[in-house]
């Protein structure tokens, strides 16, 4: 019987989402169906390529790019909410094996979803439907919901040295 967990990938380290993308291809090679839904992030990333290789696997992206130095706007808002809706259709539907609602964390954190209602979608999902939520920050609500919780930690990041984001790597 499968169970239908709920991941939570958190933390100031690397790896969230190269977590979160492994168990997806990991699902789809299984013949799992996944849905990888990103917020905030809009960017040519190697995870766009999967669709054209694997049915199984769909991805979209809700967002105009990090905030890193802006404050949201209505747009990020209204696209948030947009990815949200979807997401809880798609959790709902039973279609799909895995969800993966990357960066999502970051999504509350900066107030363009509320956890409440991030929360209270997740437990209404329908039975066996696994779902992945990443990002920073995240909040004791999705938390204390989760079956499991990962945190991962930054020690050392050459980052920290000027090397930028690499393809095939970071991106």
Same mark, same amino acid.
């Given at each position: 019987? %499968? ?14 989402t ?22 905030? %992030?809009?960017?040519e ?34 696209l948030? &909410?947009?990815?949200?809706? %979807? ?12 969800? !993966?609602?990357?960066? !999502? ?7 363009l ?16 439907? &696994? !779902? ?11 938390? &204390?919901a989760?079956?499991?919780v ?5 020690? %050392? ?9 690499? &393809?095939?790597?970071?991106?």
């Amino acid at each position: 019987m %499968k169970a239908g967990y709920l991941q939570v990938y958190t933390g100031t380290g690397k790896g969230k989402t190269a977590a979160a993308f492994g168990t997806a291809m990991r699902s789809v090679l299984h013949g799992g169906r996944v849905f990888f839904a990103q917020f905030i %992030k809009m960017s040519e990333t190697a995870e766009l390529l999967v669709p054209d290789h694997f049915s199984n696997f769909t991805i979209m992206q809700f967002g105009e790019g990090f905030f890193l130095d802006r404050e949201p706007t209505d747009d990020d808002r209204r696209l948030a &909410e947009e990815g949200f809706s %979807k997401c809880l259709a798609v959790m709902s539907s039973g279609e799909y094996d895995l969800v !993966v609602m990357d960066e !999502v964390n970051v999504a509350i954190h900066y107030g363009l979803l509320d956890p409440a209602t991030v929360v209270a979608a997740l437990e209404s999902r329908a039975p066996g439907t &696994e !779902v992945i939520c990443t990002g920073r920050n995240a909040p004791p609500e999705l938390i &204390e919901a989760a079956d499991l919780v990962t945190e991962m930690r930054k020690i %050392k990041h050459y980052f920290d040295k000027g090397v930028r984001a690499r &393809e095939g790597i970071e991106y």
